[in-house]
C-alpha cells in the first residue's frame, strides 16, 4: 500500500518540493530560505566548534580521562543525536510548520547546555550534558535539511545544500578562532569558553525564529504520516542502499576529535595551537562546499560522495606517515576536502530518493544511520588505541575504509531515485 503511494507522490513531488515558479516570478537556485537557515547555522556553529575545539584537550589533558574514556564521550556525540533524529524528522513531516518548530525546539536545547559545562567536572556529568546537547543537534539536523530540499528546485539541491554548508562552515571556521583567542586572553580559559558558546548559541535561535519561514511549502499534507509510514521509506530500493552504504562508510571514518589528537601527538604540535587544526579543516571545507555542490548537480552526487572518502583515507596515510609538521596542511585539505564532498552531497542525494511529503523522515534515515556507526566507530576506535596504540588503530581503520569504499561502489552503481533530483 505504501509504496503504491510512494509512486503517486514521484508525481506530484516535483511541484511540493520546488519553489515558486508562478508567472512573473523566477524561481531562485539558491532560495532565501536556504540563505537564512545557512545564517542561523553559521551562528550555532560558531557556539558548536568553540566546544569542540577545546573538549578533546578539556577531558584528556584538563580531566586526565584516558582516551577510552574519551571515545565514550565522543560516541556520545554521534550516538545521543542518532538516537532522536528519526522522531525529529518524522514530527516535521507532520505539518505545514512542523519543521520550523521542531529545528527551533533543537536549537534552543543545545543553546541552554553550553553554560551547563561550567559545572560539569567528571565524565557522567560530561556525558550527560553532552547527550543533551546532541539531542538537540539530532532534532534539529533532519527538518532543517527537509526544509532546504523543499524550497529548492531539484536541480539545484546540490548548489543549494553547498551554500548552506559553506556558511555552516563559516562559523565552524570562527568557532575555533574564538576559542583560541579566549584561551590566550583568560586564566580560566576553559570556563569562559563554555560561557560565551552559550550566549552565542541564544543568537542563532533568535535568528531563526524571526528569519526562517515557518512553511517549507504552501500546504500541510493531506494526510498526516505515521512513524510507521516513515520507517517503511527503507523498503525504497534507492533510499535502501544510500542508507547501507552511509552505515558502512561511518563504522570506518575516525572521528575529527581522534584525528586531531593523533596529529598533535605523533607530529609533536604545541597544545596552544591544538584549537588551530580544526580551523584548517573548516577553511577547506568552506571554500570548497559550493564548487564541490555545483560538481555534484553534473557528475552525479554518488560519486563524489564516494571519491569525498578517496580523500579521507589519503589523509589518514598522510597520517601514518608522519615525517614532520609539513604535511599538516595537505592533511587538513584532505580532511575538509572530504566534508566537502559528502556533507551536503549526501543530503542533496537522499533528498531524490524520497517523495517530497517525507523529506524529513527520509533525511533522518540516512542521517541516524551514519551517526550510529559514527558512535559505534567512536567507541571501537577508542578501545583500539587504548590497547593497541594510536598509529595501529589509525591503520586498521584505513585499511576497513578501503574495503567499505569497494563494496560502497558497487551499491551505489544504480541510480533510481523516486523523484527528481
Not at 559553506?166 to 563554555?194: C, K, Q
Not at 586498521?396 to 558497487?410: E, F
Request: proline share 5%.
Amino acid at each position: 500500500m505504501y509504496l503504491a503511494d510512494a509512486r503517486d507522490s514521484k508525481r506530484r513531488s516535483t511541484t511540493a518540493a520546488a519553489p515558486d515558479t508562478r508567472p512573473g516570478r523566477r524561481a531562485a537556485a539558491v532560495p532565501g530560505t536556504v540563505v537564512a537557515l545557512g545564517a542561523v547555522s553559521l551562528v550555532t556553529d560558531v557556539s558548536s566548534e568553540m566546544v569542540s575545539a577545546v573538549l578533546p584537550l578539556y577531558v584528556v589533558a584538563g580531566l586526565g580521562l584516558s582516551p577510552l574514556g574519551f571515545g565514550l564521550l565522543d560516541g556520545i556525540n554521534n550516538g545521543a543525536a542518532a538516537l532522536v533524529r528519526l522522531l525529529g524528522g518524522h514530527l516535521a513531516d507532520r505539518g505545514g510548520r512542523g519543521h520550523k518548530l521542531v529545528a527551533g525546539f533543537g536549537y534552543g536545547l543545545s543553546a541552554v547546555c553550553k553554560p551547563l559545562l561550567l559545572l560539569a567536572h567528571t565524565l557522567p556529568l560530561i556525558g550527560a550534558v553532552l547527550a543533551v546537547d546532541r539531542t538537540g543537534k539530532g532534532l534539529r539536523t533532519a527538518p532543517r535539511d527537509a526544509l532546504i530540499s523543499l524550497a529548492t528546485a531539484p536541480e539545484h539541491r546540490g548548489r543549494a545544500f553547498g551554500v548552506h554548508r559553506a556558511m555552516d562552515t563559516t562559523g565552524a571556521l570562527i568557532g575555533p578562532l574564538v576559542a583560541f583567542a579566549i584561551l590566550r586572553a583568560t586564566v580560566d580559559g576553559y570556563d569562559a569558553v563554555f560561557a560565551v558558546s552559550g550566549c552565542i548559541a541564544l543568537l542563532g535561535v533568535l535568528l531563526l525564529v524571526l528569519f526562517v519561514p515557518g512553511r517549507a511549502r504552501e500546504e500541510a499534507p493531506a494526510v498526516r504520516p505515521s512513524l510507521r509510514d516513515s520507517l517503511v521509506l527503507l523498503r525504497l530500493p534507492a533510499l535502501r542502499r544510500l542508507t547501507l552504504c552511509a552505515v558502512l562508510l561511518g563504522l570506518t571514518t575516525v572521528s575529527d576529535a581522534f584525528l586531531y589528537l593523533l596529529i598533535q601527538r605523533r607530529l609533536g604540535l604545541s597544545s596552544h595551537l591544538f584549537p588551530l587544526l580544526p580551523l584548517g579543516t573548516a577553511a577547506v571545507f568552506l571554500l570548497l562546499a559550493v564548487p564541490m555542490g555545483l560538481l555534484a548537480d553534473r557528475i552525479g552526487r554518488r560519486v563524489l560522495f564516494l571519491a569525498g572518502h578517496g580523500a579521507l583515507l589519503g589523509g589518514y596515510a598522510l597520517v601514518l606517515a608522519a615525517p614532520g609538521t609539513g604535511l599538516i596542511p595537505v592533511i587538513l585539505l584532505l580532511h575538509g576536502t572530504f566534508y566537502a564532498a559528502t556533507d551536503g552531497v549526501l543530503a542533496a542525494a537522499t533528498a531524490g530518493t524520497v517523495p517530497a511529503e517525507h523529506q524529513g523522515a527520509g533525511q533522518a534515515l540516512v542521517g541516524t544511520g551514519q551517526a550510529l556507526a559514527r558512535f559505534a566507530c567512536s567507541l571501537a576506535f577508542g578501545a583500539l588505541w587504548a590497547s593497541l596504540g594510536g598509529s595501529t588503530a589509525l591503520a586498521i581503520a584505513a585499511g576497513a575504509l578501503t574495503v567499505s569504499a569497494l563494496v560502497a561502489t558497487r551499491f551505489l552503481r544504480t541510480d533510481d531515485e523516486v523523484s527528481t533530483a
